[in-house]
């Protein structure tokens, strides 16, 4: 099981990114992949996920508007389409796939860090002038 992320960098306020998520060999229990976020003192937040059965998508309020997140089922990759970057955009970002649920499901589950078991490494996004 791997998930491979790419495509931070150093980006001016009002700019964008494209994060890539390649994933590989998930497990048929896996029913989302998510991106997250951690800035330096603050925990780690949900900013999009995007359903793995019928590619619904979810965003923090954040983000919406902002950040469109897609998947591109030959290449087995996820993108983070991020525009309009703000300073408080700065973090490191991780690509997780879902491994878990509660026993009710709501939109914030799809955001909830505590339901993704399987783990990418961190790639860093800095916007700043």
Sequence with gaps: VQ????????????GSLRLSCEVSALPS??????WFRQAPGKEREG?????RTDSSTYYADSVKGRFTI???????TVYLQMNSL?????????CAAA???????????????????????????TVSS
Excluded: C, H, M
């Design 3 to 14: 998930l491979q992320a790419s495509g931070g960098g150093l980006v001016q306020p009002g």
């Design 29 to 34: 229990n896996s029913w989302a992949i998510g």
């Design 47 to 51: 900013v999009s996920a995007i359903s």
């Design 70 to 76: 897609y998947r591109d089922n030959a290449k087995n």
């Design 86 to 94: 703000k300073p408080e955009d700065t973090a490191v970002y991780y």
């Design 99 to 125: 491994t878990r649920k509660y026993g009710s499901s709501s939109y914030a589950d799809n955001l909830d860090p505590f339901l993704y078991g399987i783990w990418g490494q961190g790639t860093q996004v």
